[in-house]
C-alpha cells in the first residue's frame, strides 16, 4: 500500500486530500508544518510526500531540495496554485518528481501518486552512461550530467536546439535512463502531418468518428503508453491542438475523437524544437500554459560552431563508424583535414559533419582522409572570428547584436529597447551563443 504524507497549511483541504486517498486504497497522513513533516519522516513508513509549496513560514522549494537530499528514495510531489507554476518548476528543478496546480481532482491526484511508485528507480552503470552522446567539451559534459539528475524524474523536459545538434538522441537518452526504460518510446514529428491526421495520430478515434473511422484506433498517446513520447517540432504544433495536448498532461488521460470516454494514459512527454518558444508564446503563436508544462526543464544543446572542441572526436568517430558500416577501410582523418573540419561553419550541426564525413570516406582513397576528400563546403575566412562569405542568419544576428551592444555600452535594457525585443529574450539570445547547456532558471513566467 501506498503510504502519502501530505504535508499542508490548508487543513481542510489537506483533510480532503487525505480522505481521498484513503478511499482509493492508499495510507494517507498529514501535517500542517515543515518541522512536523521533518519529524514524521524521520519515524520512515512514508513512500510518497504531497508538499505544498506555499507553505507558510518556510521555503517550499528550499524544503524540497531538503527532503530530497535527506531521504533520497522518497517520491516528492508539488502542489502549487495555477498562477505560480513557476514556483512548482522551481521545486521540480529542486528535486521534486512532478507537480499538480490547484483546482486538482483527486482521481487525477492519485493517478499521479500512482505514476511515481509504478516506476522503479533506474539502474544507472557508472562511467559511459551516454555512449551515444559524444563531446567532450565542458558545455556536452554539462548536458550530460543534467541528463543523468533530470533522466529518472517524471516532468516533462523541453529539449531546444538548432537542427542537426542532437535533441532526438537525447530523448531516447532520455528515456533510455529513465524509469519508463521498459516501455515504449513513441516519437512523432509534429510538423510532418496537417492538423487532423496530427490529431487522430496522437488521440486516436472512435469507429465512426468520421466517414473512414470503421474501428476504434488507439492514438500515439496510447501506444507510448507506460513509456515516453517525444513530440518532435513542438513549435509546430497547431494552436488549434494544443489544448488538448495540455488536458492531455494535466490530467493524465485523453480522449480519441469521436469517443465519449477518457482514457487514462501514463506517458511522459518529451518535446523538442529548434525555435525559440518564449517568444512564439509571446507573439501569440504558443500558449503560455502549455509551454509552462512542457518546459518543467529545459535542455538546450548548443551549436557545433560553439565547441569546436567536439569537431574532431565526433569526425574520428563517424569516420571509423561509416566505414565499418560500409565494409570499406577503415581511414584515420590527416590533421590538416581535421584543422579544416574544425574552421567551417556548420549550420547543420552534427548531422551535416556526419553526411560531409560520409562523402569523405567514400571518397578517399590514400591511407588516409585528405582536406581534398571533403565536399566543398562554405568557409570560414580566418579563424574563430570570421565570417563566412553568407553568413547565416544566426551570424548576422550575432554580429548586429554586438554592435548594439557596443553602442550602448554594454546595457542589456537599452539594448533590448533598441532591438525591440524584451530583455529576457535577449538574455537568452546571450546565453545561448555563450553556449549554456544550463536547466533555464529563469521564471516560466517570462
Ligand atoms: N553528440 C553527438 N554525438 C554523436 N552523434 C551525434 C551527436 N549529436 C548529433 N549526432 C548525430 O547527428 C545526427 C542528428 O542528430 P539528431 O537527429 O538527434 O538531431 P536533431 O537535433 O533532432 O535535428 P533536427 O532538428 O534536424 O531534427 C544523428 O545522426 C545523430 O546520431
Ligand atoms: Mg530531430
Known sequence: ???????????LLGKAICDGLVRRGMHADMVVSATTARARLERGG?????????????????????LARRAPRLDILVMSGTGTVDRAVAAVRAGALDFVTKPFSIDTLAQRIRDCRRAQPPVLSDGTTLPELLGASPVMQQVRALMLRIASTSANVLINGES?????????????????ASGPFVAINCAALPEPLLESELFGYARGAFTDARADRAGLFSHADGGTLFLDEIGEMPRTLQP??????????I???????????????????????????????FRADLYYRLNALRLTLPPLRDRKDDIAELARHFARS????????????????IDRLRQLPWPGNVRELRNCIEHAVAMATGPRIEIGDLPPLPTMSHGD????????????????????LTHVGGNRSAAARLLGIDRRTLMRKLAARRGEAVVDEAAPGE
Not at 46 to 66: F, P, Q, R, S, T
Not at 322 to 337: G, M, Q, T
Open 255 to 285: 480522449r480519441p475523437i469521436g469517443a465519449t470516454a477518457e482514457v487514462a494514459i501514463d506517458v511522459r512527454v518529451l518535446a523538442a524544437t529548434h525555435r525559440d518558444l518564449a517568444a512564439d508564446v509571446e507573439a501569440g503563436r
Open 322 to 337: 561509416i566505414a565499418a558500416h560500409d565494409d570499406s577501410p577503415a581511414r584515420e582523418l590527416s590533421a590538416d583535414a
Open 164 to 180: 542537426g545538434t542532437g535533441k532526438e538522441i537525447v530523448a531516447r537518452g532520455l528515456h533510455r535512463l529513465s524509469r519508463r
Open 1 to 11: 500500500m501506498i503510504s502519502v504524507l501530505v504535508v499542508d497549511d490548508d487543513e
Open 385 to 404: 572570428a570570421a565570417v563566412t562569405e553568407w553568413p547565416t542568419l544566426e551570424e548576422l544576428e550575432r554580429g548586429y547584436l554586438d554592435r548594439v
Open 244 to 253: 488538448k495536448l495540455l488536458r492531455a498532461l494535466e490530467e493524465r488521460s
Open 46 to 66: 512514508v513512500d510518497v510526500v504531497l508538499l505544498d509549496v506555499h507553505l507558510a513560514g518556510v521555503d517550499g522549494i528550499a524544503l524540497c531540495g531538503e
